[in-house]
């Protein structure tokens, strides 16, 4: 709710009355680690931008939307503005002006978490969410 789109989510879901609980990442993740990690089903994220040539998404965490929220929930939900879809990753860095102020962490997401290192056995969720779900939004 601390975001442009999750105050957009946040009147969406007053007004429908749909049941649901949003929580802002507002208090140091050790004041609710055990609800983080246990008890939320889905997180909902911004992005800066997408990669058409490897399907990629372009995160860059804020305090408001920090990593965790794209990695520990079992449930990414990303939102990725369809203008801000690039071909490769030189053409995103060059078209929003990287050059002029790097992030201190910036996330390239190809999919959900998943890996074969245990027996060859492909497991989805190991290293981060089991589904990745990317809402495209088309500019207004």
């Known amino acids: 709710p601390d975001t442009a789109h999750g105050q957009q989510l946040?009147?969406?879901?007053?007004?429908?009355?749909?049941?649901?609980?949003?929580?802002?990442?507002?208090q140091p993740v050790e004041a609710w680690k055990e609800e983080l990690f246990f008890r939320t089903p889905a997180s909902l994220t911004g992005t800066l931008g997408?990669?058409?040539?490897?399907?990629?998404?372009?995160?860059?965490?804020?305090?408001?939307?920090?990593?965790l929220m794209s990695l520990v929930p079992?449930?990414?939900?990303?939102?990725?503005?369809?203008?801000e879809?690039?071909?490769?990753?030189?053409?995103?860095?060059?078209?929003q002006h990287w050059a002029s102020g790097m992030p201190t962490?910036?996330?390239?997401?190809?999919?959900?978490?998943?890996?074969?290192?245990i027996q060859q056995t492909l497991a989805y969720g190991a290293h981060g969410p089991k589904e990745l779900l990317v809402l495209i939004l088309e500019d207004a």
């Open 10 to 26: 946040a009147a969406h879901v007053a007004a429908s009355a749909a049941g649901l609980r949003l929580k802002a990442y507002d």
């Open 50 to 67: 997408g990669i058409a040539a490897t399907g990629s998404l372009v995160l860059w965490p804020t305090p408001q939307e920090p990593r």
């Open 74 to 83: 079992p449930l990414h939900i990303a939102l990725l503005k369809a203008s």
């Open 85 to 95: 879809v690039r071909d490769n990753l030189y053409e995103l860095m060059h078209a």
């Open 105 to 117: 962490n910036a996330l390239l997401v190809s999919g959900p978490s998943k890996t074969a290192d």
